[in-house]
């Protein structure tokens, strides 16, 4: 089914029948655009919403697949990406064409946190895995590092590009590397 998210498992080597994850009985069309497992909490998913670009949080072990599990907040446009926090991972970053970083706290306040306007599509964020504080993001031919204590301005601009800067990540091992997909 194509746009449907599914969480597959794995049994002896075999797979399982996929599980749809589903908004509710009436929205199991609405489809996602990006899906990540929490980094430190093995069954904690964020995924988002094709249908009303909503941020939702799925414990795959709690919750029942055909239920909606929590929404965590929304965008006003398309979300592009979710990205967990490697290093303080109940905080959640997505990104949207409305031109928003949003950062959402999962457990504590369990909603959105920092809100970041840039009045340019956001295609990717990502935090860095070496600062819990620094987010790479995105947007049409330039990739900038944020530090999420001061959003007034970028730490620095990389690269301008004439095409969108579509995904960006980290290099786990070494702080001063990330690629990105022009």
């Given at each position: 089914s194509k746009g449907f998210?599914?969480?597959?498992?794995?049994?002896?080597?075999?797979?399982?029948p996929p599980k749809m994850l589903k908004l509710n009985k009436t929205s199991s069309k609405s489809g996602t655009t990006d899906v990540q497992f929490n980094p430190s909490y093995y069954n904690i998913l964020a995924s988002t919403t094709l249908l009303n670009n909503q941020i939702i949080i799925w414990d795959i072990d709690q919750c029942n697949l055909n239920k909606l599990s929590t929404?965590?907040?929304q965008h006003d446009q398309l979300v592009n990406r979710v990205s967990w926090n490697p290093i303080n991972p109940k905080l959640l970053a997505s990104c949207s064409q409305d031109g928003y970083i949003k950062i959402f706290d999962f457990i504590g306040t369990k909603g959105e946190v920092l809100s970041m306007n840039h009045r340019d599509k956001v295609r990717d964020c990502q935090f860095s895995p070496f600062n819990e504080?620094?987010?790479l993001a995105s947007y049409s031919?330039?990739?900038?590092?944020?530090d999420t204590r001061d959003?007034?301005?970028?730490?620095?601009?990389?690269?301008?590009?004439?095409a969108d800067?579509?995904?960006?990540?980290w290099n786990?091992?070494?702080k001063d590397i990330f690629i990105c997909k022009i």
């Open positions: 998210t599914k969480l597959v498992r794995i049994q002896n080597g075999e797979f399982k929404n965590i907040g504080h620094l987010l031919g330039v990739v900038k590092l944020w959003t007034t301005r970028s730490v620095q601009d990389f690269y301008k590009h004439e800067v579509l995904s960006i990540d786990p091992i070494n």
